[in-house]
């Protein structure tokens, strides 16, 4: 087993778990579950950085990255240093994360939310919308085709923006389907945890323009970000770059600076 494997294998049974303590018509219930969702490809499209920051406290392939800096402050430094959008990590064995994060953003700032989380089940969506995400993560290498639509589409009946994440051709083919908004291409390798941007350079022209294209992983530098655009990317997700800083929201400030 792969470490993708273990995760998964993980979330099911934490996903049970968190079915069984709270209904679905109790999400439903939520005070953030019909508020209007702020659109991120809307933000990439007009903007001339197309950054989405990441708050991840640590990953599997790098233990620790930083567990000191709050939520509140993070969500708020990145929002004045204008970035597009804010991926928030709420898976907590792997990554440190929590859906109490994604509600600590969203009050903390009006951008677009991304809930990063390893989705395998409906119930997962109607979480992100009753903790205020705008826009959800799915992984095409943990799921079904049959899957990736039904669940597309759910998140668009709840006005959920859909970033489809794919690793090779192979994803990309099973995944292309008009409830989709974003494909994102994944530059490191989930088995053994090599980067790459070759894999985005590779997939761009393979991925139909009706999407926004999002290069994600291994985006640390502005030399990097100024070498995917020419291949159509319009959104570069960065996650540990800022977050390994003392001050999140100064460091994209700099970075998007140095952009521009």
């Known amino acids: 087993?792969?470490?993708?494997?273990?995760?998964?294998?993980?979330?099911?049974?934490?996903v049970d778990l968190r079915r069984s303590i709270i209904p679905t018509s109790q999400l439903e219930r939520s005070v953030l579950f019909d508020r209007d969702t702020v659109s991120l490809t809307e933000r990439l499209r007009n903007s001339t950085s197309g950054i989405i920051a990441e708050h991840k406290r640590r990953s599997p392939s790098r233990s620790v990255i930083n567990?000191?800096?709050?939520?509140?402050?993070?969500?708020?430094?990145?929002?004045?240093?204008?970035?597009?959008g804010m991926s928030v990590l709420t898976d907590a064995k792997y990554f440190g994360g929590s859906l109490d994060d994604l509600l600590l953003a969203r009050a903390s700032c009006q951008l677009p939310l991304l809930r990063k989380e390893f989705i395998i089940h409906p119930y997962q969506i109607l979480e992100a919308k009753a903790y205020g995400a705008d826009v959800i993560l799915l992984i095409a290498s943990i799921l079904s085709k049959v899957e990736i639509k039904q669940f597309s589409e759910l998140a668009k009946s709840l006005n959920l923006e859909v970033l489809l994440e794919?690793?090779?051709?192979?994803?990309?083919?099973?995944?292309?389907?008009?409830?989709?908004?974003?494909?994102?291409?994944?530059?490191?390798?989930?088995?053994?945890?090599?980067?790459?941007l070759e894999t985005s350079k590779h997939l761009s022209s393979l991925i139909p323009n009706d999407f926004l294209k999002i290069s994600e992983s291994g985006i640390s530098t502005i030399e990097a970000i100024n070498e995917l655009k020419p291949f159509g990317y319009q959104g570069f997700l960065i996650g540990e770059n800022f977050m390994k800083t003392d001050n999140a929201g100064e460091s994209a400030k700099t970075f998007i600076k140095g952009l521009q």
Do not use: W
Request: some cysteine.
């Open 166 to 196: 794919i690793h090779n051709e192979e994803e990309l083919n099973k995944s292309i389907m008009p409830s989709l908004d974003m494909i994102g291409v994944n530059n490191r390798n989930l088995k053994t945890f090599d980067v790459s």
């Open 1 to 14: 087993m792969n470490i993708l494997d273990h995760i998964v294998a993980d979330k099911r049974k934490e």
């Open 67 to 84: 567990q000191n800096l709050s939520v509140f402050d993070v969500a708020q430094g990145y929002e004045s240093a204008g970035v597009c």
